[in-house]
């Protein structure tokens, strides 16, 4: 059973940094592209980053320059690392695992997500 | 970025009736090469992960009841539920996995119970 399980999450100051990580098993890790994707309070699903088999990493225009998203394959994880940090980056932030190992597929698995406040 | 637009925003069906959402794009998600749609859809209930539901427009996941189906080309969707029951009370998105990045999702429909 393929299971997802992020954390990290907490309450920041506009500005201010956080880490999420997002620890995966139940399937063969190397083999498959990941995403975060994010939902605001009242709002709809945001895709945020994504990181490909490959390594290859791709970005939201939003958040372009201030997250950075990793994948450590041998401890089956894939980071968020974000800075600069502004309110309107509350959110739940989900990881998702994608179908195949690139990004033009859709994310068959979620994880339950890790809320990120940010607020002074 | 592809713009992905839902209609309706919310309805409410009586249980064993059927309910429909459409998802429009603002460009093709049609890929020739592959014949394939890059359109799927999520349930998403409250307290939960987004679940997938359906993939390349019409295949259904895995596990996913039959009740569930998806059709369209192109540009327009719809994503049917045969016979409304209870548990499908959720929110619905589509989302396109065409042209990424990024990835887009459509602004979601709710469905209740009439």
């Known amino acids: 059973e393929v299971q997802l399980l992020e954390s990290g999450g907490g309450l920041v100051q506009p500005g201010g940094s956080l880490r999420l990580s997002c620890t995966a098993s139940?399937?063969?890790?190397?083999?498959?592209?990941m995403s975060w994707v994010r939902q605001a309070p009242g709002k709809e699903l945001e895709w945020v980053s994504g990181?490909?088999?490959?390594?290859?990493?791709y970005y939201a225009d939003s958040v372009k320059g201030r997250f950075t998203i990793a994948r450590d394959n041998f401890k089956n994880t894939v980071y968020l690392q974000m800075n600069s940090l502004r309110p309107e980056d509350t959110a739940v932030y989900h990881c998702?695992?994608?179908?195949?190992?690139?990004?033009?597929?859709?994310?068959?698995?979620w994880g339950q997500g890790t809320l990120v406040t940010v607020s002074s | 970025d592809i713009v992905m637009s839902q209609s309706p925003d919310s309805l409410a069906v009586s249980l064993g009736e059927r309910a429909s959402i459409n998802c429009t794009s603002s460009?093709?998600?049609?890929?020739?090469?592959?014949?394939?749609?890059?359109l799927a859809w999520y349930q998403h209930k409250p307290g939960q992960p987004p679940k997938l539901l359906i993939y390349?427009?019409?295949t259904r996941e895995s596990g996913v009841p039959d009740r569930f189906s998806g059709s369209g080309f192109g540009t327009d969707f719809t994503l049917t539920i045969s016979s409304l029951q209870a548990e499908d009370v959720a929110l619905y998105y589509c989302?396109?996995?065409?042209?990424?990045?990024?990835?887009?999702f459509g602004p979601g429909t709710r469905v209740d119970i009439k």
């Open positions: 998702a695992k994608q179908s195949d190992g690139n990004g033009r597929y859709p994310l068959d698995s």
């Open positions: 139940g399937f063969t890790f190397t083999t498959y592209a």
């Open positions: 990181v490909a088999r490959s390594g290859d990493t």
């Open positions: 460009q093709s998600l049609f890929y020739s090469p592959y014949n394939k749609n890059y």
């Open positions: 390349w427009a019409s």
């Open positions: 989302q396109q996995y065409y042209n990424t990045p990024p990835l887009t």
